[in-house]
């Protein structure tokens, strides 16, 4: 019948069938609580009635309960048109828009369950499911009931013991701090429920049950007791170019390929009027930046910031992170550093936390040379983060301060990048044992300067390129590992294990214990790469060389430009 | 009549006395409360609506849902605070147990006294342990979280069953009882049902 109805009669329709169950809902609410004289019509209908709103509500108690904030909701004395069941229940239009959509103007029934399935997300793009909620009417009927105040006061009761089931679930921690690393979603859909997702060994609970004249509603939930993640792809990524960490914060390429089945997420705004619309809590979770900075060094991870080419108004709020460059670096990095991801729109499809990509940040290095921070740009706008490593300090992986200036070079112009890079003083890292005396702790902004050892040596002993010599051991391993080209002082023990006995070590095919063995190859001997004559020379040749690619890149940049387009 | 009876069992730190109770007795509360009932001409009336608040322990990791009513609030930590004082004074090895009792109180002639007659009771066995370390608090704050989560699946089972009616002339209205005048118009004080908690043996 629905197929010979033209677009407008449909929409008739709906109307019709709103204004009718509005109109029995008023008449429901304004002659409910009369015993006497109750003359509404029959209690099939008021069933009828109720069902509708119990699905909706319930729909409502379990996504707020999974919104991740306290909620908290004032009673009153007199009853609104809105507050079904005697309780207050903030009423979220998008879930009720949700819930009606999964309706799909059917009447939920006998045979016919609602699934309400809260699942988290991470940011790399991994979901699992946490639970499943289940409404569902059976056909015992209960004849003899009161539809006017019994069954609508257990209805009541019901939500009440669905209000604190969710907070004792699982899931209910999980979502009060879901964040930049998860987001929870839910998902609603009419049908047989399914299990299947929430791995071996789930747990069910019955909420509760109450019995009608058309049938007996029950309400019960499973969920999830095996929470260890696994780390089920659900999608194929595009191997990294050159072996390039990607940042996890960043969509895959694939996203546009993800099913639409995650959900929707567990954060709700209230509209604004700056956000346009009633959904715009829904519509902005797709439009949102996807990349973000990383915390591994930047010659690990570039990330491209595109927001995706929709209906973006206004740009993407900047996170107060501060990340320093030399000032003067050209705002292009090597090829082999930089991935690109533009995210698709998808309808319905869940998010990323907007707090996660809220952390993006863009630099822009002015064609001037300074670098300023600059909101990123809509429509497909594209801007690119990049960034010298830090040249000595493999260890300070996630220090956004790896490319700090020490006093001297500050000095220097920022307007020549060249001279900036010649006059760029290597750092040492906080751990490193011996620190070279050309780099006092005075100048370096060492976390631990003031516990770097005393008495230094005066030349040449970078610590990087000769680190000291390894203990004397009596292992028979020891011989092999040992280079002949070791250099340096003695050992020396950062600190003294005076009992080392771990768990679960039992190294059966070795004579020795776990902490033997990790006090013999503390100080592993020097590797061959790294002696002085060696690493000094490619080092020195890799500065020298470094103003040269840099003019060689910036040159090309149309053609990186170009191939970073092509990846797109 | 026979009363319904229901008894929980907690084994929680001294510390965390407070945030069980609270927890275990808001609960309870939430499931047996209704909005304020308004009486009207002709025999009608409206109920009010009942307003929630989630509540966070801070020495628990758990969070439950009490009624929206600092009144409420305000007379459950007043009775389990001095539960928990005669629990630290009486010398006891850390054991009592304090009961939720929903009765109804029917209006006499004189000169009999009103007669309470109670239709369900909730028992909450309490056994406090100590720790030792920070460790095992750290363990037992977790572990007592769970503990309260199952406590809480007890009390909504019952839920299920009717309510038990005292008599077959009352409206089926008036159950579950109604806590505190605050939350009931008296027009019918023979009709009117009570709440009381009443500190039990400590042990």
Redesign the interface.
């Known amino acids: 019948m629905d197929s010979d109805l033209s677009p407008q009669d449909k929409k008739d329709l709906d109307k019709f069938i709103k204004f009718f169950a509005l109109k029995v809902k008023m008449e429901m609410f304004v002659l409910l609580?009369?015993?006497?004289?109750f003359c509404v019509p029959s209690d099939f209908i008021a069933v009828i009635v109720y069902e509708p709103l119990l699905w909706l509500q319930t729909v409502q108690v379990i996504v707020q309960a999974r919104l991740g904030e306290?909620?908290?909701?004032?009673?009153?004395?007199?009853?609104?048109g809105s507050?079904w069941f005697?309780?207050?229940i903030k009423d979220i239009p998008e879930v009720s828009h949700e819930a009606k959509k999964a309706l799909a103007g059917q009447l939920p029934g006998i045979g016919r369950s609602m699934c309400v399935e809260i699942s988290l997300k991470t940011s790399e793009g991994d979901s699992m499911e946490l639970e499943t909620w289940c409404l569902e009417m059976n056909e015992k009927c209960d004849k003899d009931i009161?539809v006017s105040?019994?069954v609508y006061?257990?209805l009541?009761?019901?939500l009440?013991?669905l209000?604190?089931?969710t907070?004792?679930?699982p899931a209910?921690?999980l979502s009060?701090k879901q964040g930049h690393d998860y987001v929870i979603l839910y998902r609603i859909y009419f049908g047989e429920v399914q299990l299947s997702g929430l791995g071996e060994g789930f747990q069910t609970?019955?909420?509760?049950?109450v019995g009608t004249p058309v049938g007996t509603v029950t309400l019960s939930c499973a969920y999830r007791t095996n929470l260890a993640f696994m780390s089920s792809r659900q999608f194929d990524r595009s191997a990294p170019i050159l072996g390039i960490i990607v940042d996890h914060f960043v969509d895959p390429p694939c996203s546009s390929q993800r099913p639409a089945v995650l959900g929707q997420p567990c954060n709700y705004r209230a509209p604004d009027e700056e956000d346009g619309g009633a959904f715009a809590g829904v519509q902005d979770s797709q439009e949102v930046c996807t990349t973000s900075f990383s915390t591994s060094p930047p010659s690990q991870c570039v990330c491209t910031l595109s927001p995706s080419p929709s209906k973006m108004s206004k740009p993407l709020p900047l996170d107060s992170l501060q990340l320093p460059l030399a000032p003067g670096l050209v705002a292009h990095n090597m090829c082999s550093s930089r991935v690109s991801y533009q995210p698709g729109a998808l309808p319905g499809a869940a998010e990323v936390h907007p707090t996660a990509a809220n952390a993006a940040q863009v630099l822009h290095a002015g064609k001037e040379g300074g670098v300023g921070v600059v909101p990123c740009q809509p429509h497909g706008a594209e801007t690119h983060l990049t960034g010298e490593p830090p040249l000595n300090t493999p260890g300070s992986s996630g220090d956004d301060e790896g490319l700090s200036r020490s006093a001297e070079e500050r000095s220097v112009s920022p307007s020549d990048p060249v001279e900036y890079l010649n006059a760029f003083t290597r750092k040492v890292g906080a751990f490193v044992n011996k620190p070279s005396t050309q780099i006092t702790a005075a100048n370096l902004d060492l976390p631990f300067a003031a516990f770097a050892a005393r008495g230094l040596d005066t030349e040449g002993s970078d610590p990087m390129v000769q680190p000291p010599e390894s203990p004397p051991s009596q292992s028979p391993l020891q011989a092999s590992l040992h280079s002949q080209g070791s250099e340096g002082s003695g050992p020396q023990d950062d600190f003294v294990m005076v009992d080392f006995r771990p768990a679960f070590s039992k190294d059966d095919l070795l004579p020795m214990d776990l902490g033997t063995f990790y006090r013999e190859f503390q100080n592993p001997p020097q590797l061959t790469s790294l002696s002085l004559h060696i690493s000094s020379q490619s080092m020195a040749d890799d500065l020298d060389s470094l103003p040269e690619k840099l003019r060689v890149y910036e040159k090309n940049i149309d053609e990186f430009d170009a191939f970073v387009d092509m990846l797109q | 009549m026979n009363c319904r009876s229901e008894v929980l069992e907690v084994t929680v730190e001294a510390r965390q006395i407070d945030e069980a109770m609270l927890a275990l007795l808001h609960t309870i509360l939430l499931h047996r409360s209704t909005g304020k009932f308004h009486y009207k001409k002709e025999g009608t009336y409206s109920i009010g609506t009942v307003g929630t608040a989630d509540s966070d322990c801070d020495f628990i990791d758990f969070t439950f849902v009490r009624v929206s009513s600092e009144e409420l609030d305000r007379v459950i930590r007043k009775a389990v605070c001095e539960f928990k004082d005669g629990l630290n004074n009486s010398g006891s090895d850390g054991m009592g147990q304090i009961s939720l009792e929903f009765y109804q109180k029917k209006k006499s002639r004189w000169p009999f006294s009103d007669e309470c007659i109670p239709w369900e009771v909730w028992t909450i066995k309490v056994n406090v342990v100590n720790l030792a370390n920070e460790q095992e608090r750290q363990i037992c704050r977790e572990k007592v979280g769970e503990k309260l989560g199952e406590k809480v699946i007890n009390v909504v089972e019952p839920q299920r069953r009717p309510a038990v009616s005292v008599q077959n002339h009352l409206p089926d209205h008036r159950f579950p009882g109604h806590f505190c005048e605050h939350h009931y118009e008296e027009t019918d004080q023979r009709h009117a049902g009570a709440v009381r908690i009443r500190n039990l043996s400590l042990y």
């Open positions: 609580p009369t015993v006497r004289h306290k909620i908290c909701t004032r009673s009153s004395s007199s009853p609104t507050d005697n309780l207050a009161k105040y019994t006061n257990r009541s009761v019901l009440k013991s209000m604190a089931i907070r004792v679930t209910y921690k009060r609970v019955r909420v509760g049950v």
